[in-house]
């Protein structure tokens, strides 16, 4: 049989081999893992992480550049899988893959970033770059819940920013008797703070439900939709717009997203589930 | 005009074997068609029960093999065999355009592309369609314009056969003992005329889904669906896939294999929540995705009128009927 030549393209879905630098616990069902920083990324940008044998997961970055640091909640096969790794084991990683959040249109603005449970992660590395360059920004608020004070996610990072030029508000659904701060749904905190639509830009993600009710509150302040912004999370297999998993309308999460305009798909009707 | 008298086709066949992989429409004994490079060749048939998609996008395939230890290796398996298809149909010539829109753009997909660069089409314009074929309202047949490298006509005992590409002309060339030369006129005198009875109403079919999201009769038209992925099985433009990986101690390989918007695992999302939860969801997934957010996209429906899926659903739901119907009150 006669051979052709091969395509000179390069191959997206092989992924390269990172080992495990470090790993933090964040919470029971959660962990940090950090990479080396060979990767250049954005801020809300994902990869998509294999461990070799159990598959492969979209994973959102939860750094700043040049950092690589990839937060995980163990849900599934792969996820326990990455829950169980260890220092030096070796992954696969693709990527870094999705538009990320709009940090050119957030300078010069009043920034509210809304964070529920582990959607705090592709919010975080935005956090640590508009702190890095402060003065660039205008107001900032923080404002991020979580179901109960243990599944809180980055307490360190949530410990300095409540000491940074930021605005932080933390809820939780449901305090233990420790907890002294502030309970509820992340919604009951927009009554604390002193936002207005003026100038300003909401950046939200956290499980639909959440972002629905987040979105209804801003509306409420009179936020415009294209004053918006979501981060969404779907099924994916390949993150480059093929596999045809994480539609939302006509738009793909992985290669139109996963970050969009909340006037982008605001009137398709599966959108914030 | 140059011919290719039928009862030469098998000398043919074995001929381009000695070069090529030969995939061509074979017939089992229950009487299904689908392509095959062993067998015999069955070429009195109206369209192959099964498409050839899958010498493109097979159902299951390996993408990588991965070895763990001390070296770490990953192996892909990138399919580089010359090889023919023979026999195949206008409708199932337009899907292969319709997803090469899809593996090609900003990222490549060198599996499918890689078969697609090494495979030439010999396709068979359609003179007898079945009764479920609507390609004429998507313009992908009866007759093939564009899309494969030979196409032959059936004029009786014989064949008609036009070059679309160099590379058809090539095949044409190096196999001219095959081929013969007659005069037009005889050619156009024994030309049948395709007749196809199936039709759909596409007419503002964007808007008209546009503003049926809500629509009532949805829930009607889904009742009787089995989400049983039939029709995206055998669709042929039809491309989701899955990925898994299988290993055994140090050795493995990932997976790649069709998956279908039908079935309830296709979305949900690891942590239970599930954005297209009933059966309602999927089956309007499946007809906005093919007549509206694929066209949003990709500037064409994903459908070429073939009609496996209305012949092959087990409860007789029919797409034209859904999309000629589908109105926004």
């Given at each position: 049989m006669e051979m052709e030549s091969s395509l000179e393209i390069e191959n997206p879905y092989l992924p390269r081999l990172m080992k495990v630098q470090k790993i933090r616990v964040e919470t029971e069902n959660i962990k940090t893992f950090e990479f080396e920083k060979t990767f250049g990324h954005l801020p809300g940008q994902f990869v998509e992480l294999s461990v070799f044998g159990a598959g492969e997961v979209p994973i959102s970055i939860s750094s700043a550049p040049p950092n690589l640091e990839l937060t995980v909640n163990r849900v599934g096969i792969v996820t326990n899988a990455i829950y169980?790794?260890?220092?030096?084991?070796?992954?696969?990683?693709?990527?870094?893959?999705?538009?990320?959040?709009?940090?050119?249109?957030?300078?010069?603005?009043?920034?509210?970033?809304?964070?529920?449970?582990?959607?705090?992660?592709?919010?975080?590395?935005?956090?640590?770059?508009?702190?890095?360059?402060?003065?660039?920004?205008?107001?900032?608020?923080?404002?991020?819940?979580?179901?109960t004070p243990s599944d809180l996610v980055f307490k360190q990072d949530l410990e300095n920013w409540s000491k940074a030029p930021a605005n932080l508000f933390v809820t939780v659904d449901r305090a233990d008797e420790h907890w002294k701060g502030n309970v509820g749904v992340v919604t009951t905190l927009f009554p604390k703070t002193d936002i207005t639509p003026e100038n300003a830009i909401a950046l939200i993600c956290g499980p639909g439900i959440m972002m629905k009710f987040v979105v209804k509150s801003l509306k409420a302040l009179n936020f415009e939709d294209n004053q918006i912004v979501v981060s969404m999370e779907r099924v994916m297999k390949c993150g480059i717009g093929k596999c045809g998993h994480c539609n939302i309308g006509a738009k793909y999460v992985c290669i139109d997203g996963p970050v969009f305009n909340y006037k982008e798909i605001a009137n398709i009707p599966t959108e914030l589930k | 005009m140059t011919?290719?008298?039928?009862?030469?086709?098998?000398?043919?066949?074995?001929?381009?074997?000695?070069?090529?992989?030969?995939?061509?429409?074979?017939?089992?004994?229950?009487g299904v068609i689908s392509f095959s490079n062993v067998g015999d060749v069955v070429l009195d048939y109206s369209n192959s029960t099964v498409p050839p998609k899958d010498l493109f996008l097979p159902q299951t395939e390996t993408t990588f093999e991965f070895e763990k230890g001390a070296e770490f290796k990953l192996r892909p398996k990138v399919h580089i065999v010359k090889r023919i298809v023979l026999g195949i149909r206008p409708c199932d010539v337009h899907s292969l355009i319709l997803l090469d829109k899809v593996f090609s753009g900003d990222f490549l997909d060198p599996y499918y592309l890689q078969r697609r660069k090494n495979t030439s089409l010999i396709a068979i314009n359609c003179t007898e369609p079945e009764k479920n074929c609507f390609c004429s309202f998507l313009e992908t047949g009866p007759s093939l314009k564009e899309g494969a490298d030979i196409v032959l006509t059936d004029l009786g005992d014989l064949y008609s056969v036009e070059t679309?590409?160099?590379?058809?002309?090539?095949?044409?060339?190096?196999?001219?003992?095959?081929?013969?030369?007659?005069?037009?006129?005889?050619?156009?005198?024994?030309?049948?005329?395709?007749?196809?009875?199936?039709?759909?109403?596409?007419?503002?079919?964007?808007?008209r889904l546009e503003k049926s999201f809500e629509s009532p009769y949805w829930d009607k038209v889904s009742k009787k669906c089995l989400n049983c992925a039939i029709c995206t099985y055998?669709?042929?433009?039809?491309?989701?896939?899955?990925?898994?990986?299988?290993?055994?101690?140090?050795?493995g390989q990932r997976i790649r294999c069709w998956d279908s918007c039908m079935f309830p695992s296709y979305s949900r999302m690891a942590g239970g929540i599930n954005p297209r939860a009933t059966k309602k969801d999927r089956l309007m997934q499946r007809v906005y995705h093919k007549f509206k957010y694929f066209d949003d996209r990709y500037g064409n429906f994903a459908c070429v009128g073939c009609g496996r899926c209305v012949a092959a659903c087990p409860v007789n739901l029919d797409i034209t009927k859904i999309v000629s119907e589908v109105r926004g009150d």
């Amino acid at each position: 049989m006669e051979m052709e030549s091969s395509l000179e393209i390069e191959n997206p879905y092989l992924p390269r081999l990172m080992k495990v630098q470090k790993i933090r616990v964040e919470t029971e069902n959660i962990k940090t893992f950090e990479f080396e920083k060979t990767f250049g990324h954005l801020p809300g940008q994902f990869v998509e992480l294999s461990v070799f044998g159990a598959g492969e997961v979209p994973i959102s970055i939860s750094s700043a550049p040049p950092n690589l640091e990839l937060t995980v909640n163990r849900v599934g096969i792969v996820t326990n899988a990455i829950y169980d790794l260890e220092v030096g084991d070796v992954v696969g990683i693709r990527g870094p893959y999705g538009n990320g959040w709009p940090t050119d249109a957030l300078r010069g603005k009043n920034i509210v970033i809304v964070g529920g449970g582990i959607g705090l992660a592709p919010l975080r590395g935005l956090v640590q770059m508009i702190l890095s360059e402060r003065k660039n920004y205008e107001k900032l608020y923080i404002l991020y819940g979580a179901r109960t004070p243990s599944d809180l996610v980055f307490k360190q990072d949530l410990e300095n920013w409540s000491k940074a030029p930021a605005n932080l508000f933390v809820t939780v659904d449901r305090a233990d008797e420790h907890w002294k701060g502030n309970v509820g749904v992340v919604t009951t905190l927009f009554p604390k703070t002193d936002i207005t639509p003026e100038n300003a830009i909401a950046l939200i993600c956290g499980p639909g439900i959440m972002m629905k009710f987040v979105v209804k509150s801003l509306k409420a302040l009179n936020f415009e939709d294209n004053q918006i912004v979501v981060s969404m999370e779907r099924v994916m297999k390949c993150g480059i717009g093929k596999c045809g998993h994480c539609n939302i309308g006509a738009k793909y999460v992985c290669i139109d997203g996963p970050v969009f305009n909340y006037k982008e798909i605001a009137n398709i009707p599966t959108e914030l589930k | 005009m140059t011919i290719l008298k039928k009862q030469n086709v098998s000398k043919l066949l074995d001929e381009l074997r000695r070069e090529y992989k030969v995939f061509y429409p074979t017939r089992d004994e229950e009487g299904v068609i689908s392509f095959s490079n062993v067998g015999d060749v069955v070429l009195d048939y109206s369209n192959s029960t099964v498409p050839p998609k899958d010498l493109f996008l097979p159902q299951t395939e390996t993408t990588f093999e991965f070895e763990k230890g001390a070296e770490f290796k990953l192996r892909p398996k990138v399919h580089i065999v010359k090889r023919i298809v023979l026999g195949i149909r206008p409708c199932d010539v337009h899907s292969l355009i319709l997803l090469d829109k899809v593996f090609s753009g900003d990222f490549l997909d060198p599996y499918y592309l890689q078969r697609r660069k090494n495979t030439s089409l010999i396709a068979i314009n359609c003179t007898e369609p079945e009764k479920n074929c609507f390609c004429s309202f998507l313009e992908t047949g009866p007759s093939l314009k564009e899309g494969a490298d030979i196409v032959l006509t059936d004029l009786g005992d014989l064949y008609s056969v036009e070059t679309l590409t160099e590379k058809g002309k090539e095949l044409v060339d190096n196999k001219s003992r095959f081929f013969e030369e007659v005069s037009l006129e005889q050619e156009i005198a024994r030309k049948r005329k395709a007749e196809i009875t199936k039709t759909i109403d596409l007419k503002e079919i964007a808007e008209r889904l546009e503003k049926s999201f809500e629509s009532p009769y949805w829930d009607k038209v889904s009742k009787k669906c089995l989400n049983c992925a039939i029709c995206t099985y055998l669709c042929p433009t039809c491309y989701c896939f899955d990925a898994v990986d299988e290993s055994l101690d140090f050795k493995g390989q990932r997976i790649r294999c069709w998956d279908s918007c039908m079935f309830p695992s296709y979305s949900r999302m690891a942590g239970g929540i599930n954005p297209r939860a009933t059966k309602k969801d999927r089956l309007m997934q499946r007809v906005y995705h093919k007549f509206k957010y694929f066209d949003d996209r990709y500037g064409n429906f994903a459908c070429v009128g073939c009609g496996r899926c209305v012949a092959a659903c087990p409860v007789n739901l029919d797409i034209t009927k859904i999309v000629s119907e589908v109105r926004g009150d």
